[in-house]
T-cell receptor, first 113, second 111 residues
Framework: DTEVTQTPKHLVMGMTNKKSLKCEQHMGHRAMYWYKQKAKKPPELMFVYSYEKLSINESVPSRFSPECPNSSLLNLHLHALQPEDSALYLC????????????FGPGTRLTVL | GESVGLHLPTLSVQEGDNSIINCAYSNSASDYFIWYKQESGKGPQFIIDIRSNMDKRQGQRVTVLLNKTVKHLSLQIAATQPGDSAVYFCAETPNDYKLSFGAGTTVTVRA
């Protein structure tokens, strides 16, 4: 298995909702990432987990809460989002973290009403 | 073929011609570089990579060139096909775990 999967593919939520994005990989990778991508822009790093520990938080607002239950799974919990948080949320993984290629999932298209 | 000397946000190329996409990177300490292709509605897809101890690497129909002196990276696509239409991002790795992406170039292939 050489892919990163993400669910759901699309998500529409209100500003008072709580939802979660899920990411899974079975490549044995030990680093996993969340990115946010706005239209016509490059991906922006949000969080990095290395060996199931949060190693980088790029000053992301607390309404985004990552979780890494095990080495194959990565979640992003969403609460009290704003309309400007609407974007494509991408998950990626890499074998380790030291200048490794990152492999991306297809993303979750999030719309906040 | 079509080429751009400086980074441009868009590139239109005739099917069958060669394409050259350019990218300037910023950090002299970066030692690993990647090109990604992103089709509409999909995540970035790895195309090819190169480490700083090399200046050229070839894949299937793609070649990456690295010029460390001027901090320039390019992606050459041979015999461009309609399926090559996408946004292409270069990325450098200034630190462990972090990818720093370029602005992206949208390639449109004309039939």
């Amino acid at each position: 298995d050489t892919e990163v999967t993400q669910t759901p593919k699309h998500l529409v939520m209100g500003m008072t909702n709580k939802k979660s994005l899920k990411c899974e990989q079975h490549m044995g990778h030990r680093a996993m990432y969340w990115y946010k991508q706005k239209a016509k822009k490059p991906p922006e790093l949000m969080f990095v987990y290395s060996y199931e520990k949060l190693s980088i938080n790029e000053s992301v607002p607390s309404r985004f809460s990552p979780e890494c239950p095990n080495s194959s799974l990565l979640n992003l919990h969403l609460h009290a989002l704003q309309p400007e948080d609407s974007a494509l949320y991408l998950c990626a993984s890499s074998p380790d973290g030291e200048t490794d290629t990152q492999y991306f999932g297809p993303g979750t298209r999030l719309t906040v009403l | 073929g079509e080429s751009v000397g400086l980074h441009l946000p868009t590139l239109s190329v005739q099917e069958g011609d060669n394409s050259i996409i350019n990218c300037a990177y910023s950090n002299s300490a970066s030692d690993y570089f990647i090109w990604y292709k992103q089709e509409s509605g999909k995540g970035p897809q790895f195309i090819i990579d190169i480490r700083s101890n090399m200046d050229k690497r070839q894949g299937q129909r793609v070649t990456v060139l690295l010029n460390k002196t001027v901090k320039h990276l390019s992606l050459q696509i041979a015999a461009t096909q309609p399926g090559d239409s996408a946004v292409y991002f270069c990325a450098e790795t200034p630190n462990d775990y972090k990818l720093s992406f370029g602005a992206g170039t949208t390639v449109t292939v004309r039939a």
